[in-house]
């Protein structure tokens, strides 16, 4: 295990570092599987995932309503209202 200064061998020190890297590795899946197993009976509130960044289909759906009825509505109009023409300034 020792060289004969007192130093740790080389394998000694090539099994530490693996039983520190096991450790470390060990310690980070039991963190992320309690920060798992936390989320699923108290998942925390987080508000970018709520809200939404602009209009949604339902406005989609809404507008492309509005505009249909517009077209229908325009086509059934009579071109000439004689309402407005004494309004308007011109002489009949």
């Known amino acids: 295990m020792y060289d004969l200064v007192g130093m740790p061998s080389h394998r000694t020190t090539l099994a530490v570092l693996a039983f520190v890297a096991r450790t470390a590795m060990g310690m980070s899946l039991a963190r992320h599987l309690a920060s798992a197993v936390r989320e ?53």
């Open 40 to 92: 699923f009976i108290a998942p925390r509130y987080r508000p970018e995932l709520h809200y939404m960044r602009g209009p949604g289909p339902a406005c989609a759906r809404r507008a492309i309503k509005i505009e249909s009825r517009q077209v229908q509505l325009a086509g059934r109009q009579q071109p000439h209202d004689t309402a407005w023409h004494g309004y308007l300034g011109s002489s009949q």
